[in-house]
Every structure is written in structure tokens, then in C-alpha cells.
């Protein structure tokens, strides 16, 4: 369940109230006369009249309008920062957030960190010393903060949704509070009808409050036109299409830089390796392209060289998520090929499986994705599917993420708000009652819940401190008992990383080689320990990482993230011990976290199948698992990815006894499969 480790955890840019004099000036005439060049420059004073005088104003304006880079320094110039209060622009996507706040430091002349800063998951550039997960954030909001913007509503990411539902009650009570709530799309009106629905305030005479109800404010983009190709046959690889239309354009197109959607890191890394290939091999202009990837977790200078403006004679071609969708403007793009598709998340209550699938886009990405070829002339949109598909088949909208992901983590962070009464919260998209019920039963079954819904003292309250997905937690707070927690903080560190090995494309034997030198019997998290200590034996160094095919950027990275939770679990009162080479022990404290992923291999089976405990779903070990073809008859997995089948991803062999220790409520209640040997 990879909810919080996946990296499209958001955070927030803050543009603190100035300590130094900001009357230095707004860097040179250049950004100033760029600043002023952009659509929302016109609607400034509006703006500003509009957040004067009403409690929440709702902005839509096409991606590279304007609204997250400029709205907030509008506020900031017109004083809305001053005696210590805080301007506040929450991002879904961790990249974007730091993209953002550097971009405007450099427009106004200072260092990130001094009157711009950001506050993302493990990272807070803020001058503020206190780490702040997203709970503590919300927290640190309300009191700071005088006014609000939820940047991207569009998206309707949970975090979106739940700061949504959260502001709208914290309003009632600080009337003084402004919220800025902007959208690429026209979704306006239902967001304006979600704050309109409110028990109306009694205004007296004269008290000199805003408006409660919403204004919309439309900025008039400049697009320019986009001409839509279609493919005339579906596509059968689309990654291959992909690399034949980007050869297509650079052959038979003006200059202009080219844009590529597709879905992950795996994929792009492939497209980019091919494109790479054909184009060192195509005959006529093979050094005109300079092919990019962007995706989060792209080391800094790797996301510095999307942005650099493209040298002349040259093409840029960038293969990105939809990251680049709206959150992200990319100067020069004026072809954009559309894959039609992307990685969402989706959760099925019954089976109680999250997976992160590869699924097509809606008609209202695919329009997003288009507008980005015509911003700064008239421009093209490939689209990787037919016309037929697109008018029929693509739905127009797609589903808020709160109605199709796991709500473990969400649960727990408005219980750690106060906020007992969950099924009746005021939802700007009401969840499934099913997916609510299951993340109340897996709390309970982790002791984070009592038999009231209360989060428990101290595991409770200790599990909601650490940024982590509460199985982790409860993880890392079972090491504690166990003496195991310095293993399993690295442990943890390793997964919040999305791959720690280096991508294998055309070396794969030689990954797998490379693996064997690390690969534990009992399984990857112990694999973690080995290369997490030969990483150490070697310096940190970059040419062991390369020797061993380690990605040295994700070991900085584990790293970082493991200093800051070694500091969360100083701070909640965990005993930081090693247990040396006893792998039982981190085995017991895995499955203390994780053992509703507990599977068993089907007694029969010799093709590798198991079946998960709770739900009895059919399930696989990855390939790139440690464990793949050895087959433990028992073991718990940390997440799940569906392709043809659903394998499970980072998995540990356990002892079914441990499973009744760590949870002998849950395995009680579960009426399915009697654990019997
Ligand atoms: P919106 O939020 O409406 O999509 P932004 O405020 O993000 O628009 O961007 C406005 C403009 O600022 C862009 O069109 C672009 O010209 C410029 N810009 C934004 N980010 C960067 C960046 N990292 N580097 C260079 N220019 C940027
Ligand atoms: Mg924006």
C-alpha cells in the first residue's frame, strides 16, 4: 500500500512575512516586464478586491497563467504577509513545490529559504526549525496562516480534498481566514456550491467581515490554437509510438520543443533510452534533439536541465508524467504527443488492494494535456489513439482520489486533527463508506484506534507523529520492544524510496548479478540492511554504487530520510538499538506492521502462487523481489503493483505464528483461512 511512499505526496511554499527589508527591489526589469506579460497580470486588482472582501475566492485560469507563481506575491506586495503572518499555497506534487518556490525567489530576488520557502515531506526550507509532516502542517496552518491558496484543485488529490473539507470547517470559526481555492479547469462551480453549503453566519449590521459566499474569478488565457492529430489504428506499444512520432515531428516539423506524456518512471526511462538510440543512429539531424525525462524524484540538476531554456538550433524533447499536465509549464513546448494514459491509484474495499495501475486519461487530461502545445504559439497534439476512442469511449471526467484509494493514512490524519465524527466530515466528494470502514478496521486491528474510533495512548498519538504510512509506523514503534530500530529505520528509509537499484534496461543480467551479492534469504527488507551497510563500508562512495548497480542519488536520499525519522522516533521515546545480525527480530517488527499483506503459497502450486489472507486474492512475487522462484511458504509483502497479474513488491518470510502475536484480534475476526500448517 504505497500510498505515502509514493512520491506525489504534496507540501506547501511558504512566503514568509520579510525579516529582511524586501524594498531591496524585484530583481531586474527583465522578470518584471515577464511578470507583467502574463495573463493574471490584468486581473491583479480584482484579485486583490476579491480576496479583500470575500472568505474564499475560486480562480481558474489556464496552466501558465500565472496563478501559483504570481498570486502570491500580489498578496505579499499588497501586505497581506506583514506582522508576522504567513502566505500559504499548498501543491499536490512534491517537485512542483520546490520548481515553484525557486522560480519565485528568483523573480523576487532572494534565496529560497528567506521570504520563500517550501515545506515538503522530509525537507523544510522554511527558517522554521520544526519539521512539519502534513498533519503538523495543517495544524501550523491554521494558526499562521491568513490566507490559503489550494493550488491545483482540479486534481482533487486527498490531500487536496481533506485540506478542502478542513478549511471549510476552520472558516466558521476564523471569519478572518481567506482562501484562494484555483483550478486549470472549470470546475468552479462545484467547489463554489461545496463552500456555498454551509449553515449561513449571522452577519450583524456593519461588522466588517468577507462575503461567505464564494467568488469565481475566470483569467482569460492566451492560448493559441492546438491542432489535434489522432492515430488512425490503435497503437499496440505505445512507448514505441511514441518514439516514432518524435522522430515524425523532429524530420517534418519547424523548430518548437516537444512534449511527451507518459506514465512512470519505467516507461519514460525506456522511451528516453530508444529515442536516445534512434536518434544517434538516424541519419540527418541526429545532434538536434536533447531528450529529457521528468519525473519526481529526478535528481536536482537532472530537473534544472528541463527547465534551462533550449539552446538554438537545438530541440528539447521532455517525456514526463502528467506531472507536466498542469502543475509544471515548460517554456518552447509546441508539440505535445499524448500516450493517453497514467498511473492512478485504485483500491478495491473488498479485496482491500490498493494498486498503482497504468490506466487511460480523462477527456479533461487529455484537453489539459493538448493546451500545453499552444502556449506560446499555435501548436500540434499527437494523440496516440483514435478519434473514435477518444469521442466514445474516454470518460469525460476522472474519479477524485478519495473515492479510489485506501483511506488508512487519511483516517489517521483527521483523527489526529480532533476530528472524531470521520463519516459525517463534510467531504468536497463523499468516499466510499466500504473503503472507510476497512481503513477504521485496519487502525483498530494496528491498536492505533480504540473500541470508540479514539486514536490510543501512546501508540495512537506515536503512530500519527511519524510521516509515514501508519503500517510502517507501527512498524518502526514494534522495533522499539523488539531492539531492532535501527534496522528497521533504514528499513523503512529504503522504502520510502522508490527504487534504490538502478534502472536494468539492456543489463539485466548483470542487475540481477549485482543483486545476488546483497540478496538475503529471508528476503528484500534484510537485501535493504546488507546494501544500506556496504554503502556505509564503502564511504558513501558513488563508485561502489556504481560498481554494484545502486542508484547513488536514492542512497543519499535514504540517507537523509532515515536522520529525520531517527530524530521522529528520538523525539517519540523510541529505543534506538541495533540487534546486530539477528534478522529475526526485524522479520517480527515487518510483520508487526505489515501482516494484513500476509500471504501463503497454495499447497499445489508450483507456478509461484499465493493467496492473501484476508481476501484470499491470487498473488505473485515480483521478479525483481529476492524471493522470486524461492517461494517461502509464508511471507507479508510492503506493497502491490498489477500488471497482467498482481505481484507483490519488497516481500519477507515469516512464521505464521507471529501473524496471531502481532495481530490476534485481526486474525481472529477474519473468518476466511484458519491459519493451520
Ligand atoms: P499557472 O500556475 O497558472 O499554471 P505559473 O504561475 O506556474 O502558472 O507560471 C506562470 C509563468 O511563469 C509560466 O508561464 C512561465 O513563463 C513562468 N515560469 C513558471 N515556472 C518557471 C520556471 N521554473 N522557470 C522559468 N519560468 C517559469
Ligand atoms: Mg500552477
Known sequence: KPRLLEDEEGGVVFFSPSLASSSSGYGHASIEKQRQRLPVYKYRTSILYLVETHATTIIVGETGSGKTTQIPQYLKEAGWADGGRVIACTQPRRLAVQAVASRVAEEMGVKVGEEVGYTIRFEDVTNKVRYLSFEALEFYLIYLCIVIMVDEAHERSISTDILLGLLKKIQRRRPELRLIISSATIEGKSMSAFFQARKSRHQMEGEELPRMEPAILSVEGRGFNVQIHYVEEPVSDYVQAVVSTVMLIHDQEPPGDILVFLTGQDDIDTAVQLLTEEART??????????????????????ELVFSPTPRGKRKVVISTNIAETSLTLEGVVYVVDSGFSKQRFYNPVSDIESLVVAPISKASARQRAGRAGRVRPGKCYRLYTEEYFVNEMSAEGIPEMQRSNLVSCVIQLKALGIDNILGFDWPASPPPEAMIRALEVLYSLGVLDDDAKLTSPTGFQVAEIPLDPMISKMILSSSELGCAEEILTIAAMLSIQSIWVSSRGAQKELDEAKLRFAAAEGDHVTFLNVYKGFLQSGKSSRWCHKNFIN??????????????????????IVLKSCESDTQVVRKAVTAGFFANACRLEASSQSGLYKTVRGSQEVYIHPSSVLFRVNPKWVVYHSLVSTDRQYMRNVISIDPSWLLEAAPHFYQQQRLNPIVH
Open 282 to 303: 538516424n541519419r540527418k539531424n541526429s545532434s538536434g534533439l536533447i531528450i529529457l525525462p521528468l519525473y519526481s524524484g529526478l535528481p536536482r540538476a537532472e530537473q
Open 552 to 573: 547513488y542519488q536514492s542512497m543519499k536520499k535514504v540517507i537523509e530520510i532515515r536522520e529525520q525519522l531517527r530524530r521522529i522516533a528520538q523525539r517519540i521515546g
